[in-house]
């Protein structure tokens, strides 16, 4: 009997180390397929290092030797950055980043100052390349940055990621939000006609990925309907001309690339994938689209009322807000209320003037009024990314000399004088624990809450892009140019066609030298981004504004400087600033012609009209509360001026 059990227990153990054997064979199937992508990449990295050390002096015919060897390295690069991009976002861009300096953190920004990035690798090493009396130095100095920030992939804490299934579906889940917004527009590739050629390596090298990863984790792999509606990508943009300016964007993503992500959220769910990482801060797992309002998160729009779920609450709050938003109350002297500027009939902004009056009714603002409209999709809030959350935003405005003047002990005082703000507050006030009695922060929570449900509206487009509804070839020919000729989809990403970029942690802050007025005298002399941060990147750099809605939100520019998409479009289609003869040192817009036809600018204005929401206004209320302080009856709904 002993025998018989030490032969068992031999022949479980046998078992075990085969069984242990194999199931480790299994998952580095995975594993090597990015280990080996890396040694190849590695070594072609060497290799241009050589080629280059090699050369006493760079003249024409090598530099076009080291441009092959470099392209050449970008498409082994394609199929190790469906990794690269999610497990070490800021090494990757070291290797192939497209921007010489970054300074925009965003979401961290919340947390921490801003930091000066500088770019290498070999998309700034083609550039480069492009220039006059190349230095050999600097030149092997932005490639050896991308050799020693490859290194980081070769760490233990990586290969721990690649054991892990959750982290293949993010990377995936990131991957395909890139192909919708990044990899198809030109953004990290300098050279035009490299883009679908490049597109179509990386789309059969993830596929490997694809099957290396269902090979190693059968028990959470990738379902045959995703694998099926892959290689139907594959084909159709195989099928597709290798001109970047005659690609299909709009077909590619609605029929393709949409329709995996919806898979691959769907098998984030299924798997009870969850993240730890900040690349995922603002996704929404149950964002069943990439043109969803869902898909991620900008800001809190409750504020204080954070952790309010109650609806009859939530409806409170709504109402309050809104009686607050028309109330001219919250200024110095009564007159002035959050809708004399941002006017809810004209999608929460003002179409009448350049810039709005200031609190002395005499001189004008220095910028135009933005829309309250999708405000909650950015990270930092105002042209120049002053404030980090809406309600600092508001309190700002409200405080203001310039705007409304106000002191915010004695806004709560006159608020609280009234019986049925004090009412509506104090009962309001048990959902926020924490607080014993009404704040200021009360006041603002609730504005920011009730002006932010009208960004929950969609667009003909987002119908169109989800197979709801069908739009004509002229918007689709004026969706293609947007991603492609015209350029604009390399500051402007979907969803919310604003700044803010897949992961949708990070914004784009541009200078395009917009002009003082529409003679071009001089530039605006605004400094934007450089009175928050100073920096010589940062000067005349301003926040990417979404372009929903652009059809009804004239003026346009910070400064409202152009009234028609006509005059907006002309200015990018002629090079902006520099473009139009202004002196621009660090303009991030090309300054050289796109030269579109009129057929196609009207076709670009018709794209951006579909991006209209249809967003469902309410009428101002009949009447504001009335307060204990006789003198603070005579104010008007919405404010004198």
Same mark, same amino acid.
């Given at each position: 009997? =002993?025998?018989?059990?030490?032969?068992?227990?031999?022949?479980?153990?046998?078992?075990?180390?085969?069984?242990?054997?194999?199931?480790?064979?299994?998952?580095?199937?995975?594993?090597?397929?990015?280990?080996?992508?890396?040694?190849?990449?590695?070594?072609?990295?060497?290799?241009?290092?050589?080629?280059?050390?090699?050369?006493?002096?760079?003249?024409?015919?090598?530099?076009?030797?080291?441009?092959?060897?470099?392209?050449?390295?970008?498409?082994?690069?394609?199929?190790?950055?469906?990794?690269?991009?999610?497990?070490?976002?800021?090494?990757?861009?070291?290797?192939?980043?497209?921007?010489?300096?970054?300074?925009?953190?965003?979401?961290?920004?919340?947390?921490?100052?801003?930091?000066?990035?500088?770019?290498?690798?070999?998309?700034?090493?083609?550039?480069?390349?492009?220039?006059?009396?190349?230095?050999?130095?600097?030149?092997?100095?932005?490639?050896?940055?991308?050799?020693?920030?490859?290194?980081?992939?070769?760490?233990?804490?990586?290969?721990?990621?690649?054991?892990?299934?959750?982290?293949?579906?993010?990377?995936?889940?990131?991957?395909?939000?890139?192909?919708?917004?990044?990899?198809?527009?030109?953004?990290?590739?300098?050279?035009?006609?490299?883009?679908?050629?490049?597109?179509?390596?990386?789309?059969?090298?993830?596929?490997?990925?694809?099957?290396?990863?269902?090979?190693?984790?059968?028990?959470?792999?990738?379902?045959?309907?995703?694998?099926?509606?892959?290689?139907?990508?594959?084909?159709?943009?195989?099928?597709?001309?290798?001109?970047?300016?005659?690609?299909?964007?709009?077909?590619?993503?609605?029929?393709?690339?949409?329709?995996?992500?919806?898979?691959?959220?769907?098998?984030?769910?299924?798997?009870?994938?969850?993240?730890?990482?900040?690349?995922?801060?603002?996704?929404?797992?149950?964002?069943?689209?990439?043109?969803?309002?869902?898909?991620?998160?900008?800001?809190?729009?409750?504020?204080?009322?954070?952790?309010?779920?109650?609806?009859?609450?939530?409806?409170?709050?709504?109402?309050?807000? =809104?009686?607050?938003?028309?109330?001219?109350?919250?200024?110095?002297?009564?007159?002035?209320?959050?809708?004399?500027?941002?006017?809810?009939?004209q999608f929460f902004t003002d179409t009448t003037i350049s810039t709005a009056i200031q609190f002395n009714n005499q001189n004008a603002l220095e910028r135009n009024?933005?829309?309250?409209i999708n405000a909650p999709y950015n990270h930092l809030i105002m042209a120049d990314g002053k404030h980090i959350d809406l309600q600092l935003q508001t309190k700002?405005?409200?405080?203001?000399?310039?705007?409304?003047?106000?002191?915010?002990?004695?806004?709560?005082?006159?608020?609280?004088?009234?019986?049925?703000?004090?009412?509506?507050?104090?009962?309001?006030?048990?959902?926020?624990?924490?607080?014993?009695?009404?704040?200021?922060?009360?006041?603002?929570?609730?504005?920011?809450?009730?002006?932010?449900?009208?960004?929950?509206?969609?667009?003909?487009?987002?119908?169109?892009?989800?197979?709801?509804?069908?739009?004509?070839? =002229?918007?689709?020919?004026?969706?293609?140019?947007?991603?492609?000729?015209?350029?604009?989809?390399?500051?402007?990403?979907?969803?919310?066609?604003?700044?803010?970029?897949?992961?949708?942690?990070?914004?784009?802050?541009?200078?395009?030298?917009?002009?003082?007025?529409?003679?071009?005298?001089?530039?605006?002399?605004?400094?934007?981004?450089?009175?928050?941060?100073?920096?010589?990147?940062?000067?005349?750099?301003?926040?990417?504004?979404?372009?929903?809605?652009?059809?009804?939100?004239?003026?346009?520019?910070?400064?409202?400087?152009?009234?028609?998409?006509?005059?907006?479009?002309?200015?990018?289609?002629?090079?902006?600033?520099?473009?139009?003869?202004?002196?621009?040192?660090?303009?991030?817009?090309?300054?050289?012609?796109?030269?579109?036809?009129?057929?196609?600018?009207?076709?670009?204005?018709?794209?951006?009209?579909?991006?209209?929401?249809?967003?469902?206004?309410?009428?101002?209320?009949?009447?504001?509360?009335?307060?204990?302080?006789?003198?603070?009856?005579?104010?008007?709904?919405?404010?004198?001026?």
């Amino acid at each position: 009997m =002993k025998k018989r059990l030490v032969s068992l227990s031999l022949s479980l153990l046998v078992f075990s180390i085969i069984f242990s054997f194999t199931k480790t064979n299994e998952h580095q199937t995975y594993v090597l397929n990015f280990k080996n992508k890396l040694a190849l990449f590695e070594q072609n990295e060497h290799e241009l290092i050589d080629l280059i050390n090699q050369q006493n002096q760079l003249t024409n015919s090598n530099i076009k030797i080291i441009k092959d060897k470099i392209l050449l390295i970008r498409k082994n690069f394609k199929g190790l950055d469906f990794w690269f991009r999610y497990l070490a976002p800021l090494a990757q861009k070291k290797i192939n980043g497209p921007l010489p300096v970054e300074w925009e953190t965003e979401v961290f920004e919340k947390y921490e100052k801003p930091y000066k990035r500088e770019g290498a690798g070999f998309t700034l090493a083609l550039q480069y390349l492009e220039e006059e009396n190349i230095d050999k130095t600097h030149l092997l100095d932005l490639l050896n940055q991308s050799i020693e920030a490859t290194q980081i992939y070769k760490q233990d804490s990586i290969t721990k990621e690649l054991n892990s299934f959750p982290t293949f579906y993010l990377s995936n889940r990131l991957y395909l939000l890139n192909l919708a917004c990044i990899y198809t527009t030109g953004f990290d590739c300098p050279d035009k006609s490299s883009i679908i050629p490049e597109l179509k390596i990386m789309l059969a090298d993830v596929n490997e990925i694809y099957t290396s990863f269902n090979q190693s984790f059968p028990n959470n792999s990738l379902s045959n309907l995703y694998l099926n509606t892959y290689n139907d990508c594959i084909q159709f943009v195989n099928n597709q001309p290798n001109n970047f300016e005659q690609f299909d964007h709009f077909t590619f993503i609605r029929d393709h690339i949409n329709p995996l992500f919806k898979i691959n959220q769907e098998h984030i769910i299924k798997n009870k994938v969850y993240s730890k990482s900040l690349m995922d801060y603002s996704l929404n797992k149950n964002a069943n689209s990439i043109f969803s309002k869902q898909l991620y998160n900008g800001q809190n729009t409750k504020g204080i009322y954070l952790r309010v779920i109650d609806e009859n609450a939530l409806t409170e709050i709504n109402k309050l807000g =809104k009686l607050l938003f028309y109330d001219p109350i919250l200024s110095g002297n009564n007159e002035r209320s959050c809708a004399s500027c941002h006017k809810p009939t004209q999608f929460f902004t003002d179409t009448t003037i350049s810039t709005a009056i200031q609190f002395n009714n005499q001189n004008a603002l220095e910028r135009n009024t933005p829309t309250l409209i999708n405000a909650p999709y950015n990270h930092l809030i105002m042209a120049d990314g002053k404030h980090i959350d809406l309600q600092l935003q508001t309190k700002g405005v409200i405080t203001s000399n310039l705007e409304m003047n106000a002191n915010q002990d004695s806004v709560l005082s006159k608020i609280l004088s009234c019986k049925e703000y004090d009412e509506t507050l104090q009962k309001l006030l048990k959902y926020t624990p924490t607080e014993k009695t009404v704040k200021f922060d009360h006041i603002i929570s609730a504005i920011t809450y009730y002006y932010s449900q009208f960004s929950n509206y969609d667009a003909p487009f987002d119908a169109a892009m989800n197979k709801q509804t069908d739009i004509g070839e =002229k918007v689709k020919n004026g969706y293609n140019l947007f991603m492609g000729k015209a350029a604009c989809a390399t500051c402007h990403f979907a969803p919310q066609f604003n700044g803010v970029k897949p992961p949708y942690i990070g914004s784009e802050f541009e200078v395009i030298g917009v002009p003082e007025n529409n003679a071009y005298t001089s530039i605006s002399n605004d400094l934007g981004r450089y009175l928050i941060n100073p920096a010589k990147e940062t000067k005349n750099a301003f926040r990417t504004g979404t372009i929903r809605n652009a059809a009804f939100t004239k003026p346009y520019m910070h400064n409202g400087v152009f009234s028609t998409l006509e005059q907006v479009i002309d200015f990018y289609n002629t090079g902006g600033g520099n473009g139009n003869g202004l002196h621009v040192n660090n303009q991030t817009l090309p300054s050289d012609s796109l030269l579109l036809t009129e057929n196609e600018k009207e076709n670009l204005i018709l794209f951006i009209n579909s991006l209209t929401e249809k967003v469902i206004f309410e009428p101002a209320p009949k009447k504001l509360p009335k307060s204990n302080l006789k003198y603070l009856n005579k104010r008007k709904i919405g404010g004198s001026y």
